[in-house]
């Protein structure tokens, strides 16, 4: 057998799919500006303006996901996705956190669900993301969603640095972020367990990390269109 052909082990596996966080949109200009006390107002409404439509879109997302998916166990899980964000009870979800976070910023209620200053890239991106969990299989999406495993350490960035470069921002407004490190984590465990079952083979494998590189692209090409819009 070509041992290029050879299937990776599953701590080999997982190595490959993490060491795509050199692609991280963590990485992108745009971020590190933001993250550096770099970004005016204007520049920070933006990103939170335009990074709001891919908020609404993850339950869309995870949605897609479940009718595809025939296992009634890890649908059960996979439905908590749903839930922290759109909300349940008393619980007022991800998506009220990301408009407390608009609020913060300066951003009215009506100019964030407006969808107004979102760009034709970031639109047509985040479509995409959704429309690949629509068509593909089921193990594909959730493949996809491993772009969490980098997650956390933006979110820390973030809570680290906003409060002294930006004061301006309500400390409130920051509970998305410090919300998901958490969420982030055990929606992790369950990804990769998914994705190390289904993808054994060599070639599956790599499949695996170019899909995981499809979302590493459409998290990027959100900045270059964000940045495009409001820098440049």
């Known amino acids: 057998m070509d ?3 050879i299937a990776w082990t599953r701590d080999e596996f997982e190595t490959q799919l993490r060491a795509k966080g050199a692609a991280y949109h963590i990485h992108h200009p745009f971020n590190v500006k933001m993250n550096s006390g770099g970004c005016s107002r204007e520049q920070v ?6 990074r709001f439509y891919y908020q609404i879109n993850i339950p869309l997302k995870d949605g897609a996901i479940l009718s595809n998916c025939p296992d009634r166990a890890t649908r059960r899980r996979w439905a908590l996705r749903i839930l922290d964000h759109d909300g349940f009870g008393d619980q007022a979800g991800g998506i ?3 408009a407390q976070l608009g609020n913060a910023v300066g951003l009215t209620r009506d100019e964030l669900w407006s969808l107004k200053q979102v760009t034709p890239g970031v639109r047509f991106a985040v479509d995409a993301y959704v429309n690949f969990a629509r068509r593909a299989p089921w193990q594909e999406a959730v493949c996809s969603s491993l772009t969490e495993m980098f997650a956390p350490q933006v979110h820390h960035d973030r809570l680290a640095s906003w409060p002294e470069h930006y004061p ?4 409130d407004g920051l509970a998305y972020f410090r919300s998901r490190i958490s969420l982030a ?3 992790v465990e369950h990804g990769l367990e998914v994705t190390l079952e289904h993808f054994r083979r060599r070639e599956k494998q790599q499949r695996a990390l170019d899909i995981l590189q499809f979302k590493l692209d ?3 090409t959100m900045l270059d269109s964000i940045e495009k819009a409001f820098v440049q």
Do not use: F, K, T, Y
């Open 168 to 171: 301006w921002i309500e400390p």
């Open 45 to 50: 409404r933006g990103w939170v303006a335009n």
């Open 185 to 187: 984590q055990r929606d």
């Open 96 to 98: 009220e956190a990301w």
């Open 3 to 5: 041992s290029e052909r």
């Open 218 to 220: 459409i998290l990027w």
